[in-house]
């Protein structure tokens, strides 16, 4: 079966949804991820990256998450719950390569408020699904190999270690960064889905509540 690339559609899941990125949606992600932490392990470049300002996240923002043939950027927004509908962060299912039936998720940061809860598994669960109900038999999952935190939650996820890419980009301060990169195959997808409902069934259906919640920062 030769993957085709999804439709440009919401969707929806117990915790979250996914909502195709607009760059009206920029203001919002500028209050849930333009803080320091979340560029500290290595998102965006890692630290030398952080945009000081809106005016610089916008720049960043536009870049980071283009869209197009090849790459579909998204919004996270929480479901249900005092805080339905707020913007948590972005990610992107991208690198479409039809032919070979592989693609990749990245391009991920949420609000620190939301780290350790349903949002990220709940996010890989519903881009996991979609990109193998189109065909894709393999899915590539990368950090920065010096990023614990990101490898650990990919590990979680239940996807397989492939190696490391040595010098494979440079951070935004110059230096080289090695990859460390990760895969879920189609074979493997029945049982990393059912570890990641597993994991979500734990939440006992509650709507994240987001911990220390940043205030909304205005335009």
Do not use: C
């Amino acid at each position: 079966m030769t993957a085709t690339r999804p439709a440009d559609a919401e969707l929806v899941g117990r915790f979250i949804r996914l909502t195709p990125f607009e760059e009206a949606d920029i203001p919002a992600l500028h209050a849930a991820i333009g803080v320091p932490e979340v560029f500290a392990g290595g998102y965006g470049g890692g630290p030398a990256g952080f945009p000081p300002d809106l005016a610089a996240f916008e720049v960043f923002a536009r870049g980071y998450y283009t869209g197009g043939p090849a790459a579909m950027p998204w919004t996270v927004r929480l479901v249900g719950g005092a805080d339905d509908g707020r913007v948590v962060g972005a990610t992107k299912l991208a690198d479409f390569d039809l032919a070979n039936e592989s693609a990749h998720i990245g391009w991920t940061g949420y609000a620190p408020s939301v780290w350790g809860t349903a949002v990220n598994p709940e996010a890989k669960l519903l881009l996991l699904d979609l990109a193998f109900s189109h065909g894709f038999g393999r899915v590539k999952l990368q950090a920065d190999s010096l990023n614990s935190r990101s490898r650990a939650a990919i590990e979680k996820l239940g996807a397989t270690f492939e190696g490391v890419l040595r010098r494979d980009k440079r951070r935004a301060d110059g230096s080289w960064r090695d990859s460390a990169v990760y895969s879920v195959i189609v074979d493997e997808w029945p049982a990393v889905r059912a570890g990641l409902e597993a994991r979500l069934s734990a939440f006992d259906g509650r709507p994240v509540e987001p911990e220390g919640l940043t205030p909304r920062r205005t335009a």
